[in-house]
């Protein structure tokens, strides 16, 4: 009977829960969730009544299409949040040192593993009960059948176990909650767009008989895709498809078992500078046949002055000149092959002016150079403070200003390094449209001088501003928060949120409001950073006004304001963040 009691009484799971209802953030996400999910339910049904002319009897029947939309924003919230929430579990507790602990505890690791499962996995089920409502109304239209409606809740009560065992493998096995956020996500876009890129290519190639839109999907256990064989109204061959996802359940909670006691106790490691140490045998290797030749000698300076930049620019994998080098030449050597073969390929086909390949790669590496600098800097103070060494710091005479001024050496290394190589795609679409006449939204013709010049001048402000604010957004994000973990995923929401949100409050106005073709409401979607990306893109700039200078002044001061502002707010208040006051 004490066992029992034990078993049940699961005291890791009540531990995690109380922990999270004590947090105020639970409270702030649960409501974006919800705030995100009616308003996208309002945006769609609104859109569905101008269709059926705002008289909603014309609707009825029409509520299975309605629960497909809540359950794809359903999918979208469970691959968005909860491996956010799970790939911290145990690196947390391997960071706090106290994964020990519960070793000494009567929990057995089967035990640990599932109570701490759980305890994020009802969290993102109580999500689940937001939408109860929207499928109320969905049901109410009529067009659902029980077994469809089963079939869509199973699934998602399914890829939530999916994706969090991924998340609790990843976790069991690495010794960062950072390294641990990243492999999560890597390997649920592996696990779910791997396979099925493979198989289109294989398609194409008409190397295989199998279609990329049918058993490739199923092949790679994804279970989102086995909702359109809920269609057949047929629970039962639903619940047989998808075996192969629940086996995949328990292969990942196997390897995170497995992971648990072998990985509990690991020292910490930069992968960054294993990778840049095996480059380094690599190009000794090479130095063999050309002769010794060293681009970049690796000086032994002193600290001077400056001591803590000396530590980032010298003792930092990321900061070390040559290390840097190896960085950027593995991003521009593909860069540059990638636009070479694109002019090579489309000279022949078709005529100047058509560079959507090389514009797809220039968004490519925004992304890139965006998360990088983001994660970069989000991670110069909290690692400090994950290590305990931002005390030692604090003794130092040096002012809080000074501290922030240096770590941020390293950081501006490599926004200098993300630069080169969007430059040069600037440059190579710019060369390769300035032969071409653009046409305007209106039909209105542009001189090509005026096309490049406002192009380049408004790619390379973005450049030179972009990189530099979120810089000191992400910093700041790492001054205010505490660990690791909370500091990457604070981050990453709110770079996500500044370049989403504008676009979604804009599309709310032009549906209820009805100003599709108003420039005068569009221009407020240039707080996003990537509206003024779009439009020097595309050269639309009468989606924002009449003017091309209008939409770039007013752009880059907004965010040279807030570049400024952040500045300013990280070295002002630096010693109030670093614990000084």
């Not at 008989?209 to 989102?224: C, D, K, L």
């Amino acid at each position: 009977m004490s066992w029992i009691r034990s078993t049940l009484s699961l005291p890791l799971l009540r531990k995690e829960l109380v922990e999270q209802a004590l947090r105020k953030r639970t409270y702030i996400i649960r409501v974006i969730y919800a705030s995100l999910l009616f308003f996208a339910f309002c945006v769609y049904l609104s859109d569905e009544l101008d269709r059926y002319e705002g008289n909603p009897f014309f609707m009825l029947g029409s509520g299975k299409q309605m629960f497909e939309f809540l359950v794809g924003l359903q999918f979208a919230g469970i691959y968005i949040f909860l491996p956010a929430m799970v790939s911290g579990v145990l690196t947390s507790e391997k960071e706090r040192g106290s994964l020990g602990l519960l070793f000494l505890t009567d929990l057995s690791p089967w035990e640990i593993l599932i109570q701490k499962l759980l305890g994020r996995l009802v969290p993102m089920f109580s999500f689940f009960l937001l939408v109860l409502p929207l499928m109320a109304i969905a049901y109410a239209f009529g067009g659902i059948s029980a077994p469809y409606l089963a079939s869509g809740i199973y699934l998602l009560f399914l890829t939530c176990f999916q994706v969090a065992a991924i998340s609790l493998a990843a976790s069991s096995s690495c010794r960062t909650s950072g390294r641990s956020f990243l492999i999560s996500y890597g390997l649920i876009l592996l696990l779910y767009f791997g396979v099925a890129v493979l198989f289109m290519i294989l398609e194409s190639l008409e190397l295989t008989r199998f279609s990329w839109r049918s058993e490739a999907y199923i092949f790679a256990f994804v279970p989102p895709y086995l909702f359109e064989d809920a269609r057949t109204e047929e629970f039962a061959d639903v619940f047989l498809r998808s075996i192969p996802v629940i086996a995949s359940v328990a292969g990942f909670l196997l390897v995170a078992r497995v992971f648990l006691i072998r990985r509990a106790f690991v020292p910490a490691k930069d992968v960054v500078l294993n990778v840049f140490k095996g480059l380094d045998r690599f190009m000794s290797g090479l130095n063999v046949i050309t002769g010794g030749i060293i681009l970049v000698k690796d000086k032994k300076k002193l600290p001077g002055n400056e001591p803590i930049a000396w530590r980032e620019v010298s003792k930092k994998s990321l900061g070390k000149l040559h290390y840097l080098l190896r960085f950027l030449l593995l991003i521009e050597i593909p860069l540059i092959i990638f636009i070479t073969a694109f002019a090579i390929q489309q000279a022949g086909r078709y005529s100047w002016g058509d560079a959507e390949g090389i514009t797809a790669l220039i968004f490519i590496v925004w992304a890139i150079a965006i998360l990088a600098v983001s994660l970069k800097s989000s991670n110069t103070i909290v690692s400090e403070r994950a290590s305990q060494t931002l005390e030692v710091l604090l003794t130092t005479p040096l002012s809080g200003r000074e501290i922030v001024r240096q770590k941020m050496r390293g950081v501006r290394r490599v926004i200098i390094v993300l630069m080169i190589p969007l430059i040069t795609a600037i440059a190579a679409e710019a060369w390769w449209e300035s032969p071409s006449i653009s046409i305007g939204y209106w039909g209105r013709s542009y001189s090509p001088r005026l096309d490049i010049l406002a192009y380049l001048v408004s790619s390379l402000l973005s450049v030179f501003i972009f990189l530099p604010m979120f810089a000191w957004v992400s910093l700041w994000i790492g001054l205010k928060v505490r660990s690791k973990s909370r500091a990457i995923i604070v981050t990453l929401i709110t770079v996500l949120g500044w370049i989403t949100v504008p676009f979604l409050l804009v599309g709310l106005v032009h549906v209820l409001g009805d100003f599709y073709y108003d420039s005068a409401v569009n221009i407020f979607t240039l707080f996003s950073p990537l509206s003024i990306l779009v439009v020097t893109e595309t050269g639309d700039f009468d989606m924002v006004g009449t003017v091309p200078g209008v939409a770039i002044v007013l752009t880059y001061l907004w965010h040279g304001a807030l570049l400024f502002y952040f500045r300013w707010l990280c070295l002002k208040r630096a010693d109030r963040y670093l614990g000084r006051i």
